[in-house]
C-alpha cells in the first residue's frame, strides 16, 4: 500500500498494488471468520486485474463526497463451489455496469459488502477493470452468509435495485420489498447459476457509505495479512501477531478431528471438532463459523468473530479447506458494535441461523 | 365477441366483452391439453378487470403494423398453486410496465404465450388495465410447461429481457444468453415466489407478432366455448361439439381410475388412468397431458393436443382437477404443423420430456 501526501493539499493518495494483494487476501481471509471466499483465489484475480489496469485508488469513507455514487460488488454463493469455478474475471465490472445502467448512475466509488479472502479482493477487479477507486471499508466487518445481513439493513438502506450475473452471460436485476426478499430471490437465482454469482447492490450516496460501513476494513486487512507474514519471517508467533491485529484472543488450540459438511440450499455447512489439550471444540458453521461450543457450554457466537487459524503458519483456514488432521488455532475477537445492537441481533445473532442460544460476546469469559 | 365493421374504412373493429368470457376461458382450456391454469378463476379475473375498465379491443395479427410494440404477458407457475393462490390482479399490468420501461418501449398490443384457461384470460387483464388491443392469436396454438416452448424461439425470437413479479410486489429482470437459461433462472424466481409469478417476455414487433405467433388462437378459442355451450343448450353432444370444432378425434371414453400428482420443481407432474369399455388410457402429464398410452402402446404424444373433457358437459378438465370418478372423454387434434419440424420436435416432443418415444401423430392411427 503506497500513501503519497500532496504537500499543497494534505489529501492522501493511497493505493493498492500487486505487493499489498497478499497480506489483503490472508488479512480479508482472517476477517472473513471462514466465508468471504478462498483468499489464494481472490489474490490472483486481483492481481491478474491490477497488472492489466494498473493499481487501485483506495479512498477513506472519510474523503467521501456526499455525492459520491457508491456501487458495492461481491461474490454469492457456496465457498465449497467457488474453490472449483474460478469466477471469469470479465463479468465482474458487468454486473456494476448492469446495475448503474439499471439505476441511470454513473458510479464514482466501488465498495466491498464483506471482509473475506475473495470478497475483498474481487471487488478491486471490478475497480481496476472499470477505472474507480475502492472506498476503504466494507458492510460487516467481517463475512456472514445472507445478502440481508450488512449494517446498510440496519440503516435501512435497500439491498435492491441489486444486479446478478454468471459467468456464461446471464444477468438479472432484482427489486424487491425487503432485504429479506432479495437473499431469498437471490439465492434462488445463484443456486440456478451454478451456485456462484457476481452481485452488484446496496447502492449508496458517499454520506450514507461515511455513515453505515465499517470503517478502515481493508487497511486492517493489510496490517494483519503483514503482521503474520512478519512474525513468521522473524520466527515468531504469527497467530499471536493476528490476535494483536484483531483485539481478539485465542479460544482453543488443536487438530482437527471431525468435519462434517454439506453445500446444501446455496451455503457451506458443517461442524467441525478440535480436539486439543483443553477437550473439545466444536464448530458449526454456515459458510462462516457462527457458534463454539466446549463441553456443552456455548464459548462465543455470532455476530462476534470466530477465526481458525493454521497454528503454525497464522494461515486462515476457510471452512471449506478445513480438513481432519490440521493443527489450528480458534481465536475471538470483537464485531463492529453495532452487530450487538436488537435489530443486530435478529438479523445475525445465533437464535436467527436455528441455533438455540442468545448470543455470548468473546470477551465475556476472555 | 362483437364486431363492428366501419363503412367508410372496410376496417373491423372485434372486442371481448364480459359475455364472451365464460366460452373464451372453456375453449381455452380445451386448448390448455390440461394445463395454462383454471378456466374459472380466469374468467373471473378477466370479468373484473373488463368490468373496471370496459372491454378489450381484438386485434388480428394481420390488422398489426410492422412496428407495433407486442408485449405477451402470462402467469408461470405450478397450476396446483395458482388454483389456491389467486393472482393479485393489480400486479398483472405491472409486469408489462416492468419491462417496457426496462426496453425504453411503449407497448402498442398485450399478446398471450400459451392458450389455456388462465393463461387466455389473464392478458385481458393487462390489456383492460392499461387500455391496449389483445392480439387475437398466441405463442403455441395450445399449451406447454416450460418458457422457451414458444412458437418465436423457433423464429429466434429471444424471451429475454423478461420481467418476472410476485404478488407481494418483488420484481425480476432477466437477460439471458438463451431461451432455455431464460426457463431455468425465471423457473427458480417463480419457485421461490411461491410457485406462482407474473411475466412479461417475448417482446416483438408487429411483423414479427405476424410471422411467428398463432393465428386466431382467441377466437378459436371463443368458438370452442360457444359450440360446447349451444350444444350443452340443445342437449346435443358437448364432446362432439368441441371435437369438430378442434378438427380432432376421441380417444378414449371411461372412468378416471388412477391418478397420481405431485408439484415438484415448479411443476405439476403425474400420470392418470382412465378406464372404459375399450381398456386403459394411461395419460402422462407435466402441467400438460403430453403422452397417451393403452395397453403399452404409444396413441399420441406432444406436440399435439391431448384434451381431457367431461364426457357429459364437455367442460375440459385441467391435470391438477382430475379425479378418481371422473367420467371423461380424452381427444386427439392437431398441434399448430410449425411444431413438426426439426426445431419444433428438439423444443417440445416426447423426448425433451423424457419419455422414450418418438413423436406420434393424433390423426396416424385415426
Same mark, same amino acid.
Given at each position: 500500500m $503506497?500513501?503519497?501526501v500532496?504537500?499543497?493539499?494534505g489529501?492522501?493518495t493511497t !493505493?493498492?498494488?500487486?505487493?499489498?494483494?497478499e497480506?489483503?487476501?490472508?488479512?480479508?481471509?482472517?476477517?472473513?471468520t471462514?466465508g468471504?471466499g478462498?483468499?489464494?483465489?481472490?489474490?490472483l484475480l486481483?492481481?491478474q486485474a @491490477?497488472r =492489466?489496469? #494498473?493499481?487501485v485508488?483506495?479512498v477513506?469513507?472519510a474523503?467521501?463526497p456526499?455525492?459520491?455514487?457508491?456501487?458495492?460488488?461481491a *461474490?454469492?454463493?457456496?465457498p465449497?463451489? *467457488?474453490v472449483e469455478?474460478?469466477p471469469?474475471?470479465e463479468?465482474v %465490472?458487468?454486473?456494476?455496469?448492469a446495475?448503474?445502467?439499471?439505476?441511470?448512475v454513473?458510479?464514482t466509488h466501488?465498495?466491498? @459488502?464483506?471482509a473475506?479472502?475473495?470478497? +475483498?479482493?474481487?471487488?478491486?477487479?471490478?475497480a481496476?477493470q472499470?477505472?474507480?477507486?475502492?472506498v476503504?471499508?466494507?458492510g *460487516?466487518g467481517?463475512?456472514?452468509p445472507?445478502? !440481508?445481513?450488512v449494517?446498510?439493513?440496519?440503516? %435501512?438502506?435497500?439491498a435492491?435495485?441489486?444486479s446478478i450475473?454468471d459467468?456464461? #452471460?446471464?444477468?438479472?436485476?432484482?427489486?424487491?420489498?425487503?432485504n429479506?426478499? +432479495?437473499?431469498s430471490?437471490?439465492?434462488?437465482?445463484? @443456486?440456478? *447459476?451454478?451456485?456462484?454469482?457476481?452481485?452488484s447492490n446496496?447502492?449508496?450516496r458517499?454520506? !450514507?457509505a461515511?455513515e453505515?460501513?465499517?470503517d478502515?476494513?481493508?487497511?486492517?486487512?493489510?496490517?494483519i495479512g503483514?503482521?503474520v507474514?512478519e512474525?513468521?519471517?522473524?520466527?515468531g508467533?504469527?497467530?499471536?501477531?493476528a $490476535?494483536r =491485529?484483531?483485539?481478539g484472543r485465542a479460544?482453543?488450540? %488443536?487438530?482437527?478431528t471431525?468435519?462434517?459438511?454439506?453445500?446444501?440450499?446455496g451455503?457451506a455447512? #458443517?461442524?467441525a471438532?478440535?480436539?486439543?489439550p /483443553?477437550?473439545?471444540?466444536t464448530?458449526?458453521? !454456515?459458510n462462516?463459523?457462527?457458534v463454539?461450543v466446549?463441553? %456443552? $457450554?456455548? =464459548?462465543?457466537t455470532t455476530?462476534?468473530? @470466530?477465526?481458525?487459524?493454521d497454528t503454525?503458519? #497464522?494461515?486462515?483456514?476457510?471452512t471449506?479447506?478445513?480438513?481432519f488432521?490440521?493443527r489450528?488455532?480458534?481465536l475471538?475477537?470483537?464485531?463492529d458494535?453495532?452487530?450487538? +445492537? =436488537?435489530?443486530?441481533?435478529a438479523?445475525?445473532?445465533p437464535?436467527y441461523?436455528?441455533y438455540?442460544?442468545d448470543?455470548?460476546r468473546?470477551?465475556?469469559r /476472555?
Open positions: $503506497t500513501t503519497t500532496t504537500p499543497t493539499t489529501t492522501s !493505493q493498492i498494488d500487486l505487493d499489498d494483494l497480506a489483503l487476501a490472508r488479512g480479508a481471509a482472517v476477517l472473513g471462514g468471504g478462498d483468499p489464494y483465489i481472490g489474490r486481483a492481481a @491490477i =492489466e489496469h #494498473g493499481p485508488a483506495l477513506r469513507p474523503d467521501l456526499d455525492d459520491a455514487c457508491v456501487l458495492p460488488v *461474490m454469492m454463493g457456496a465449497t463451489v *467457488m469455478k474460478t471469469a474475471t463479468r %465490472g458487468y454486473a456494476v455496469t446495475l448503474a445502467e439499471h439505476l441511470g454513473t458510479p466501488i465498495a466491498c @459488502i464483506e473475506g479472502g475473495l470478497n +475483498s479482493t474481487f471487488p478491486l477487479v471490478a481496476a472499470l477505472g474507480l477507486p475502492v476503504d471499508a466494507d *460487516m467481517r463475512a456472514f445472507e445478502l !440481508q445481513m449494517l446498510p439493513t440496519l440503516y %435501512g438502506i435497500a435492491t435495485p441489486m450475473a459467468e456464461k #452471460g446471464n444477468v438479472g436485476l432484482l427489486t424487491t420489498i425487503d429479506r426478499s +432479495s437473499e430471490l437471490a439465492r434462488a437465482l445463484t @443456486i440456478t *447459476m451454478g451456485c456462484s454469482a457476481l452481485i446496496y447502492a449508496m458517499g454520506d !450514507q461515511r453505515c460501513l465499517v478502515g476494513t481493508l487497511s486492517l486487512c493489510v496490517r503483514r503482521a507474514a512474525a513468521r519471517a522473524a520466527h508467533d504469527p497467530v499471536s501477531a $490476535t =491485529e484483531l483485539g479460544l482453543h488450540s %488443536g487438530k482437527v471431525d468435519v462434517a459438511r454439506r453445500t446444501t440450499t451455503f455447512r #458443517g461442524t471438532v478440535i480436539s486439543g /483443553a477437550g473439545e471444540l464448530l458449526e458453521f !454456515q462462516e463459523h457462527l463454539a466446549r463441553d %456443552g $457450554t456455548v =464459548e462465543v455476530p462476534d468473530l @470466530i477465526i481458525v487459524l503454525d503458519t #497464522g494461515e486462515p483456514i476457510t471449506e479447506a478445513l480438513r488432521g490440521h489450528v488455532t480458534v475471538a475477537a470483537p464485531c458494535e453495532r452487530w450487538h +445492537s =436488537e435489530g443486530g441481533i438479523l445475525t445473532g437464535r441461523f436455528g438455540s442460544t448470543p455470548v468473546w470477551d465475556e /476472555a
